[in-house]
């Protein structure tokens, strides 16, 4: 595709239920990136996938959140028992190198927890 | 730890003037610096970039000036259009290995017709 797609694009749950946001990264690139806005707040990191090398998870916030990148392409983010706070907007971003390059953003998952 | 710091939550210019938004960071092993524009409901999108070897980075409209010495740096927007309004956010990363990059909270700039 000619950009990195994310599905859904919103997500209603329930407070205690688990839920699965997926990213296709554009071909090629071989970094990958979760960030989450919430309201008011500015990108926080989550985690970042590179080629085999593995993931820097240090930005989960706890361990019901988790994700992971199969055949160095397609991702999933999957929060678990959510709580309303986990309430945001889940973007996910790619490169083609780490680090330095310009970052290729999705145009996220809306996640509401009731 | 905010590491990327954008202390202006928000910003109104009128139209043909010039919007400047400013970013401050804290690490100094960043060298590498980006600005990127979000409109609602859609992801960021790459605006500009500076590598910390440079002072001055000029696209069209767009220029980001970089202080090293006080870790500070500018966006300027000149002249600014009602399509710029959008909320602005600066990152910066450090090169030489993996570093992710770190945002700042983002500024809302609102041009005024």
């Known amino acids: 595709g000619a950009g990195v797609s994310q599905s859904p694009s919103n997500k209603v749950t329930e407070k205690g239920k688990d839920v699965e946001l997926r990213c296709d990264p554009i071909?090629?690139?071989?970094?990958l990136y979760w960030y989450r806005q919430s309201l008011g707040q500015g990108l926080e990191f989550l985690i970042y996938?590179?080629?085999?090398?593995?993931?820097?998870k240090s930005g989960l916030p706890s361990d019901r959140f988790s994700a992971e990148r199969t055949g160095g392409s397609v991702s999933t983010l999957t929060i678990q028992r959510t709580q309303q706070e986990d309430s945001a907007v889940y973007l996910c971003?790619?490169?083609?190198?780490?680090?330095?390059?310009?970052?290729?953003f999705g145009s996220g998952t809306q996640l509401s927890v009731l | 730890d905010q590491q990327v710091k954008q202390n202006s939550p928000s910003l109104s210019v009128q139209e043909g003037r010039i919007s400047i938004l400013n970013c401050d960071y804290t690490?100094?092993?960043?060298?590498?610096f980006l600005w990127y524009k979000k409109y609602p409901a859609e992801g960021p999108t790459f605006l500009i970039s500076i590598s910390s070897i440079k002072d001055k980075n000029e696209d069209g409209r767009f220029t980001v000036f970089l202080n090293k010495s006080a870790k500070h740096l500018s966006l300027h927007i000149v002249p600014s259009q009602p399509g710029d309004s959008a909320v602005y956010f600066c990152?910066?990363?450090?090169?030489?290995?993996?570093?992710?990059?770190?945002f700042g909270t983002g500024t809302k700039l609102q041009v005024i017709p």
């Open positions: 996938f590179q080629g085999n090398s593995a993931p820097d």
């Open positions: 990152a910066a990363s450090a090169s030489g290995g993996y570093q992710k990059v770190t």
């Open positions: 971003a790619s490169s083609l190198v780490e680090g330095v390059e310009k970052l290729f």
């Open positions: 690490n100094s092993m960043f060298d590498y």
């Open positions: 071909s090629g690139h071989t970094a």
